[in-house]
């Protein structure tokens, strides 16, 4: 079992930054990817981010060059850095952990409660 707990979400002005922490404890998997994701009132969820173990990164197109994801293996945490915030950007914000170790686990996902990013404009 792994455990997720986001943090750092907050009301913020448009062009302001902040940066979300995603906490991981439980059973230790070497190979993984992290992901962040958001929710938008009355949108779907979307993949912001992702991570791998081997340390590839990807994006959606929309937060390229605006947005960084990065770990801290000591912490066991996984970090969204954002800047040039839009209103666009409003949403609850996700992290997902999932298992590509091969094995009884692989592909098992865990989920985050999220946590919210207001931007005013």
């Known amino acids: 079992q792994v455990q997720l707990v986001e943090s750092g979400g907050e009301l913020v002005q448009a062009g302001g930054s902040l940066r979300l922490s995603c906490a991981a404890s439980?059973?230790?998997?070497?190979?993984?990817?992290i992901d962040w994701y958001r929710q938008a009132p009355g949108k779907q969820r979307e993949l912001v981010a992702g991570?791998?173990?081997?340390?590839?990164?990807n994006y959606a197109d929309s937060v390229k060059g605006r947005f960084t994801i990065s770990r801290d293996n000591a912490k066991r945490t996984v970090y969204l850095q954002m800047y040039s915030l839009e209103p666009e950007d409003t949403a609850v914000y996700s992290c997902?952990?999932?298992?590509?170790?091969?094995?009884?686990?692989?592909?098992?996902?865990?989920w985050g409660k999220g946590t919210l990013v207001t931007v005013s404009s």
């Open positions: 439980g059973s230790i998997f070497s190979i993984y990817a």
């Open positions: 997902k952990f999932t298992v590509l170790a091969t094995g009884p686990y692989y592909g098992m996902a865990y």
């Open positions: 991570l791998r173990s081997g340390g590839s990164t």
